[in-house]
Protein backbone atom coordinates (compact mmCIF):
# COMPACT_ATOMS: atom_id res chain seq x y z
CA UNK A 1 0.00 0.00 0.00
CA UNK A 2 1.48 3.37 -1.22
CA UNK A 3 2.47 5.53 1.68
CA UNK A 4 3.14 9.52 1.44
CA UNK A 5 5.20 10.97 4.48
CA UNK A 6 5.51 14.98 4.37
CA UNK A 7 8.96 16.67 5.89
CA UNK A 8 9.94 20.49 6.06
CA UNK A 9 7.37 21.82 8.29
CA UNK A 10 8.34 24.00 11.46
CA UNK A 11 8.02 27.41 12.92
CA UNK A 12 9.44 30.58 10.75
CA UNK A 13 8.47 34.68 10.97
CA UNK A 14 6.64 36.18 8.89
CA UNK A 15 7.54 37.07 5.62
CA UNK A 16 9.74 34.20 5.37
CA UNK A 17 10.04 30.67 3.61
CA UNK A 18 9.70 26.64 4.13
CA UNK A 19 9.78 24.17 1.27
CA UNK A 20 8.03 21.17 1.98
CA UNK A 21 8.53 17.29 0.85
CA UNK A 22 6.91 14.47 0.27
CA UNK A 23 7.47 10.99 -1.24
CA UNK A 24 5.55 11.03 -4.74
CA UNK A 25 4.09 8.30 -6.96
CA UNK A 26 4.97 8.03 -10.44
CA UNK A 27 2.23 8.37 -12.95
CA UNK A 28 0.12 9.95 -10.91
CA UNK A 29 -0.76 13.64 -9.59
CA UNK A 30 0.13 14.79 -6.35
CA UNK A 31 -1.23 17.64 -4.32
CA UNK A 32 -1.12 19.89 -0.90
CA UNK A 33 -3.80 20.99 1.41
CA UNK A 34 -3.93 22.51 4.58
CA UNK A 35 -6.16 22.43 7.31
CA UNK A 36 -6.16 24.95 10.48
CA UNK A 37 -8.00 24.23 13.56
CA UNK A 38 -11.39 24.77 13.56
CA UNK A 39 -11.06 24.78 9.68
CA UNK A 40 -12.02 22.70 6.69
CA UNK A 41 -8.98 21.45 4.63
CA UNK A 42 -8.28 23.76 1.84
CA UNK A 43 -6.45 23.21 -1.42
CA UNK A 44 -3.05 24.74 -1.83
CA UNK A 45 -1.86 23.09 -5.13
CA UNK A 46 -1.29 20.41 -7.45
CA UNK A 47 0.90 19.17 -10.11
CA UNK A 48 0.19 17.20 -13.16
CA UNK A 49 2.01 14.17 -14.17
CA UNK A 50 4.41 14.40 -15.36
CA UNK A 51 4.11 17.93 -13.98
CA UNK A 52 3.44 20.27 -17.24
CA UNK A 53 0.41 21.64 -15.62
CA UNK A 54 -0.38 23.22 -11.99
CA UNK A 55 -2.91 24.52 -9.96
CA UNK A 56 -2.68 27.02 -7.00
CA UNK A 57 -5.19 27.85 -4.59
CA UNK A 58 -6.85 31.28 -4.69
CA UNK A 59 -4.88 32.71 -1.05
CA UNK A 60 -1.36 31.00 -1.98
CA UNK A 61 -1.14 31.95 -5.45
CA UNK A 62 2.25 33.90 -6.38
CA UNK A 63 3.54 32.98 -3.25
CA UNK A 64 3.87 29.59 -3.71
CA UNK A 65 5.13 26.87 -6.44
CA UNK A 66 4.65 22.96 -6.48
CA UNK A 67 6.87 21.43 -8.52
CA UNK A 68 8.27 17.55 -8.86
CA UNK A 69 11.14 15.77 -9.12
CA UNK A 70 10.55 12.08 -11.00
CA UNK A 71 13.90 11.25 -10.76
CA UNK A 72 13.93 11.53 -6.75
CA UNK A 73 9.81 10.44 -7.00
CA UNK A 74 9.68 13.95 -5.18
CA UNK A 75 6.95 16.34 -4.89
CA UNK A 76 8.07 20.10 -3.48
CA UNK A 77 6.26 23.08 -2.00
CA UNK A 78 7.95 26.29 -1.82
CA UNK A 79 6.27 28.28 0.06
CA UNK A 80 7.86 32.26 0.19
CA UNK A 81 6.29 35.22 1.93
CA UNK A 82 4.81 33.12 4.40
CA UNK A 83 1.59 35.07 6.43
CA UNK A 84 0.29 33.70 9.56
CA UNK A 85 -2.68 33.09 7.99
CA UNK A 86 -0.72 29.65 6.65
CA UNK A 87 -0.25 28.39 9.24
CA UNK A 88 -1.93 24.93 9.92
CA UNK A 89 -1.07 21.32 8.75
CA UNK A 90 -0.04 20.56 5.79
CA UNK A 91 -1.31 17.59 3.55
CA UNK A 92 0.84 16.20 0.18
CA UNK A 93 -2.06 13.65 -1.48
CA UNK A 94 -1.87 11.45 -4.53
CA UNK A 95 -4.60 11.48 -7.42
CA UNK A 96 -5.36 9.18 -10.26
CA UNK A 97 -7.05 11.96 -12.28
CA UNK A 98 -3.02 12.95 -13.84
CA UNK A 99 -3.78 15.90 -15.02
CA UNK A 100 -4.19 17.30 -11.26
CA UNK A 101 -7.38 18.53 -9.30
CA UNK A 102 -8.48 20.83 -6.64
CA UNK A 103 -11.01 18.63 -4.91
CA UNK A 104 -9.81 16.41 -2.25
CA UNK A 105 -12.54 13.85 -3.11
CA UNK A 106 -9.88 13.11 -6.18
CA UNK A 107 -7.36 12.22 -4.05
CA UNK A 108 -7.17 8.63 -2.50
CA UNK A 109 -3.53 8.33 -0.82
CA UNK A 110 -3.01 10.83 1.81
CA UNK A 111 -0.36 11.57 4.18
CA UNK A 112 -0.15 12.02 8.15
CA UNK A 113 0.71 16.13 7.45
CA UNK A 114 3.35 18.35 8.54
CA UNK A 115 2.76 21.60 11.11
CA UNK A 116 3.70 24.98 9.95
CA UNK A 117 3.63 27.16 11.92
CA UNK A 118 3.44 31.37 10.82
CA UNK A 119 4.62 33.75 13.77
CA UNK A 120 3.91 37.00 13.06
Known amino acids: QVQLAESGGGLVQAGGSLRLSCAAS????MGWFRQAPGNEREFVAS????????YYGGSVKGRFTISRDNVKNTVYLQMNSLKPEDTGVYYC?????????????????WGQGTQVTVAS
Open 93 to 109: AQSGVVSGSTLANDYDV
Open 26 to 29: SHYA
Open 47 to 54: ISWPGVRT
